[in-house]
């Protein structure tokens, strides 16, 4: 039996203001971003015969909805129109887009509740981003 990965990628904005503390450069002092945000889902295709594939049950890796409702909402109440300086995470770590991506996957959708999370891309800007990929 043949068996593949699927995936889904929901992105979606947030608009918010940080400064790097303790940092020689323009960005310690107040600035903002409108930042994308990638999450992307996956699971396994089986294929019991040839090349007829299909997921069991209900036919998706993760319904759109459920990932506006649940990840796209958590990640917007945490960070959306916010200083991230804020957030007590943030006041021992800068608030870069690397750490932002760790606090998102460690304490805004934790692997037990968002298991099949494979992959988050924060886009800062329109030509930079940091991502972080489970491993395989």
């Given amino acids: 039996m043949e068996t593949n990965i699927l995936s889904v990628c929901k992105i979606f904005e947030i608009s918010y203001a940080h400064w790097l503390q303790d940092y020689d450069g323009k960005c310690a002092e107040m600035h903002g ?4 945000i990638e999450l992307e889902f996956k699971d396994s295709v089986i294929s019991p015969q040839g090349n007829q594939q299909h997921f069991p049950n ?4 993760l319904d759109f909805s459920a990932i506006k409702e649940g990840a796209e909402q958590k990640v917007k109440e ?5 200083c991230i300086n804020s957030i007590p995470y943030f006041k021992k770590y800068r608030p870069t887009a690397e750490n932002m991506i ?5 304490e805004i959708l934790p692997e037990n509740h968002f298991p099949t999370l494979t992959r988050i891309r924060f886009w800062e800007d329109r030509d930079s981003y940091a991502e972080w990929k489970a491993e395989d």
């Fill in 33 to 36: 971003h409108n930042a994308m």
């Fill in 58 to 61: 209900s036919g998706m890796v």
């Fill in 78 to 82: 945490t960070f959306d129109h916010k």
């Fill in 102 to 106: 760790i606090y998102i996957r460690n």
